[in-house]
């Protein structure tokens, strides 16, 4: 099939390779010279593992471009990928995907579906169809179908290739015979249904996911007041499938470029409707009492953190990323500045992004030893695996005073006693 794909972030561009990858004949398109320049060059803008090799290995199927009239004009489907960032009221920003409808309906030549990924208010799906039905230039028929995506972040390759489910919302027949031609090669289950309920489907997963996070961080709020393990009892919770194993990690609160924009899109969506979605007004007021909570545990060993060396661990929301999009550290970090701490981090992924984020008086580190050798206290913002592998008793050696404050539970507690530092983590007893 041609398909053409519009916007190359995270969605876009994975859905791109993906489809090239079981077949399809692939256009992007994005405005951004210089990222298309980039990914001519086989070079993937966006960290990512696994996606510039699929990029490279089907490099005859992918091509890239700014011209957009080109890419739609005969492709048989056009897939919207394009940001919906959140606006100050917490509703989601639709500008570049109805500047995408208008060209799309300006341009086509074709019968063909347009397929938007992108995240999008319920009823939305609706009005690009209206819109293009408004603005068509020639005689085709553009089908609109709602396709959200579900993939995370380090893992995006994976879980579009073996996804759970594709959802599909349609209102014709024929969108639905061309979705399931497009998906064919992918051998996953999927639900077809309206836009209406695909659009929902969609802010549903996400936020029941945000309120499950939101729900055992506030568990292990209450583990650490009665002296209860969070790990234990998530995992005794886990193992009954009606809940489930997974996002029961306890931490300081979900992050990223979905959950705190999707949760308060649909918080906003229902108000809107006069409607007060009161379970997920509380997982984000929960979210963040939750990332500022290491820098309130930190306050129960200093008074302030002026003329202290703090070592930062992590920036990023999550592992195996570069992003840091809502991080804990984008928080917390100007407050200890602001207090007067000296600030030393190290990343893998991070710094570079962060530096562009923040630019202040932050060291940064090329190593973890680097970042806590003298520190009077280090907090730890993200599980990466380097920290989970990192010699526990380097702390105690290198550290001015060994309190570790981790806010993603990286250690056993039997470890951290048997190093001598002080540990102090999320929802477990602390460790002297
Ligand atoms: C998420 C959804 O998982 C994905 O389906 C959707 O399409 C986009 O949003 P992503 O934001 O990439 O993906 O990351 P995810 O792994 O879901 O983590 C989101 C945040 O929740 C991270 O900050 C993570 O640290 C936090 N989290 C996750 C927890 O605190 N505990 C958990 O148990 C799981």
Same mark, same amino acid.
């Given at each position: ?10 969605? !876009?561009? @994975?859905?791109? #390779? ?58 048989? +489907?056009? &897939? @919207? ?26 341009? /086509? ?5 347009? #397929? ?6 319920? !009823? ?16 085709? /028929? ?14 995006? @390759? ?5 996804? $759970?489910?594709? +959802?599909?919302? #349609? ?16 051998? &996953?289950?999927? #639900? ?43 995992? %005794? ?6 809940? %489930? ?13 979905? =959950?705190?924009?999707?949760? $308060? ?41 002026? %003329?202290?060396? @703090? ?21 917390? &970090? ?8 000296? /600030? ?9 992004? =962060? ?70 983590? &999320?929802?477990? $007893?602390? +460790?002297?």
């Amino acid at each position: 099939m041609r398909v053409s794909v519009a916007g190359t972030g995270y969605v !876009g561009l @994975v859905t791109a #390779v993906t489809l090239a990858e079981k077949g399809h004949f692939v256009t992007c398109v994005d405005i951004d010279e210089e990222k298309i320049e980039l990914m001519r060059r086989g070079i993937c803008p966006i960290y990512e593992p696994g996606l510039e090799e699929l990029m490279i290995r089907n490099k005859e199927k992918i091509s890239y471009t700014t011209d957009y009239m080109a890419a739609y004009k005969r492709a048989e +489907v056009i &897939i @919207v990928g394009v940001g919906t960032p959140e606006k100050k009221d917490g509703s989601a920003n639709l500008k570049y995907i109805y500047e995408v409808a208008r060209q799309i309906a300006h341009t /086509v030549e074709r019968d063909c579906l347009v #397929v938007i990924k992108s995240t999008v208010p319920v !009823g939305t799906n609706d009005k690009i169809a209206q819109m293009i039905k408004e603005n068509i230039k020639n005689h085709v /028929v553009v089908d609109v179908v709602s396709n959200p995506e579900f993939l995370s972040q380090g893992t995006a @390759v994976k879980d579009t290739l073996y996804a $759970k489910r594709i +959802v599909i919302g #349609v209102e014709t027949e024929r969108a639905g015979n061309v979705m399931r031609e497009m998906y064919d090669r992918f051998d &996953i289950p999927y #639900v077809m249904t309206d836009r209406k309920s695909a659009e929902m489907i969609k802010y549903a997963s996400n936020d029941f996911l945000a309120l499950k996070i939101s729900y055992i961080n506030e568990i292990a709020n209450l583990c650490e007041i009665v002296g209860a393990d969070i790990e234990d009892v998530a995992k %005794g919770m886990g193992m009954d499938p009606r809940i %489930g194993d997974r996002f029961l990690n306890a931490g300081i609160g979900y992050g990223g470029s979905c =959950f705190p924009k999707d949760t $308060k899109a649909l918080h906003w969506l229902a108000s809107f409707n006069d409607y007060e979605l009161k379970t997920i007004k509380a997982a984000i007021e929960v979210n963040e009492n939750q990332k500022i909570k290491l820098v309130k545990k930190a306050r129960k060993y200093f008074d302030h953190f002026n %003329g202290l060396n @703090v070592a930062v661990l992590g920036l990023t929301f999550k592992p195996e990323t570069d992003d840091l999009r809502d991080a804990p550290s984008i928080e917390n &970090i100007p407050l200890l500045l602001d207090d007067g701490a000296n /600030v030393r981090v190290w990343d893998p992924a991070g710094m570079e992004n =962060f530096k562009k984020r923040l630019p202040s008086d932050i060291i940064y580190c090329e190593s973890i030893e680097e970042a806590i050798t003298n520190a009077d206290v280090c907090f730890i913002f993200t599980e990466w695996s380097e920290i989970k592998k990192f010699d526990i008793h380097k702390y105690s050696e290198l550290m001015k005073y060994p309190l570790v404050i981790d806010g993603r539970n990286c250690y056993e507690l039997s470890s951290a006693k048997e190093a001598g530092i002080v540990y102090d983590s &999320i929802g477990r $007893k602390r +460790v002297f």
